[in-house]
């Protein structure tokens, strides 16, 4: 006869990513994921560059967008919920502060940069500098 250990918490376990019938090896360990991912494109158009970010479940007031000399950051912080009537028994989602930088290339105008915040995705606006056209000067005969 085998003794085996009981684990009164261990019906948890069926809780997991195994349970719906994805292999734990695709999984990244809970110590190694970071506090906040954000995923975010970046789009030139004609006129701009556009960076949109997926920023779900954020506050609009938590979210910084900053200009400096040639670098713009991108930084926030989504809150952990309060809820003492609650017992969390698998959490996933992550909670805590991020920080983006982008390096600016020369081509755009930093004074014209704005940002919209609509259904957890952030979207900042890089306005391109007007292209200097070739100013051809008349050479005059004297």
């Known amino acids: 006869m085998r003794l085996v250990m009981h684990d009164p918490m261990n019906w948890l376990a069926g809780f997991g990513p195994s349970c719906c019938g994805v292999s734990d090896r695709y999984v990244e360990n809970d110590a190694n994921m970071p506090s906040i991912s954000v995923r975010m494109d970046i789009v030139e158009t004609p006129e701009s560059f556009k960076i949109v970010a997926e920023l779900p479940g954020m506050e609009k007031e938590a979210i910084r967008v900053v200009v400096h000399d040639d670098l713009l950051t991108i930084s926030g912080e989504r809150k952990q919920m309060e809820d003492s009537d609650r017992n969390v028994v698998w959490a996933e989602r992550r909670w805590g502060s991020f920080s983006r930088s982008f390096r600016l290339p020369d081509t755009v105008d930093k004074s014209g940069v704005s940002a919209d915040y609509k259904n957890g995705v ?11 056209k070739p100013k051809e000067i008349e050479v005059k005969v004297n």
């Not at 952030?122 to 200097?132: D, S």
């Open 122 to 132: 952030l979207e900042v606006t890089i306005a391109k500098k007007e292209e200097q």
